[in-house]
């Protein structure tokens, strides 16, 4: 009996406190800036459902940064607390920006929330990390973090 009794007691005992932390980290209290992540075959399109309905498609473009950037840079405040929900139209994708330790599945008719704070300014590359097709490698994500008072003026030229 002791054998398997004191095994699950220290089980529960690692156990309960861990699921509450698990919840705890997962909720963002109040994010300043939500935005909606929809994964198309080959192409990603970005709304800012909090900001006046803003919406782009993001395609990538050949330049220097090869299979990495977009004609339409996705714009993060830096020092601010952001919400991306991600789902996909068509098949299964998965948003992921690596350097800032960010992915979410993409799932048909699933909407996945992913809660981060970029304490830095910079642009930030990544790409589709789930095997969607024969172009799978060709849809590429550009995150640039700006300064707020930036942000601002990029919301102003949007309207």
Known sequence: FGWT???CLVLVAIALPSLRLLYMVDESGSPELTIKTVGHQWYWS??????????????MTSSPYRLLDCDHR???PSQTPIRVLVTA???LHSWTVPTMGIKADAVP???NQLTFFSD????????????CGSNHSFMPISVECIPSNKFGEFLMSMV
């Open 5 to 7: 009794a004191l095994p």
């Open 46 to 59: 970005y709304e800012y459902s909090d900001l006046n309905e803003i919406e782009f498609d993001s395609y």
């Open 74 to 76: 996705i714009l993060f």
């Open 89 to 91: 139209a068509d098949v």
């Open 109 to 111: 008719g699933r909407l």
């Open 120 to 131: 830095r300014s910079g642009m930030f590359f990544g790409q589709c990390s789930e095997i």
